[in-house]
């Protein structure tokens, strides 16, 4: 899995899945192999691996936020 941060938005990449979340909700969601270009998004599937990839980034930014804020973040 890799995250990032690009112009507001956060995308997790997690095998063939890209997931974009403005930090409120899915504002996009592809299939990086069969859709490359990411034409297609396919946020609007109640698909269990989309729901499952959103609740895994919400817990890493929280975790993130809270070792910023408890300045433990290289522990």
Same mark, same amino acid.
């Given at each position: 899995?890799?995250? +990032? *941060?690009s112009n507001g938005v956060y995308q997790l990449?997690?095998?063939?899945?890209?997931?974009?979340?403005?930090?409120?909700?899915t504002i996009g969601y592809y299939d990086l192999k069969t859709d490359p +270009? *990411?034409?297609n998004d396919l946020?609007?599937?109640n698909d269990k691996h989309?729901?499952?990839m959103e609740t895994t980034l919400k817990a890493m930014l929280q975790q993130h936020?809270?070792?910023l804020i408890y300045n433990?973040?290289?522990r």
């Amino acid at each position: 899995m890799a995250v +990032n *941060m690009s112009n507001g938005v956060y995308q997790l990449v997690s095998k063939q899945k890209l997931l974009q979340f403005d930090g409120e909700k899915t504002i996009g969601y592809y299939d990086l192999k069969t859709d490359p +270009n *990411m034409k297609n998004d396919l946020s609007a599937n109640n698909d269990k691996h989309r729901k499952a990839m959103e609740t895994t980034l919400k817990a890493m930014l929280q975790q993130h936020n809270n070792r910023l804020i408890y300045n433990t973040l290289r522990r």
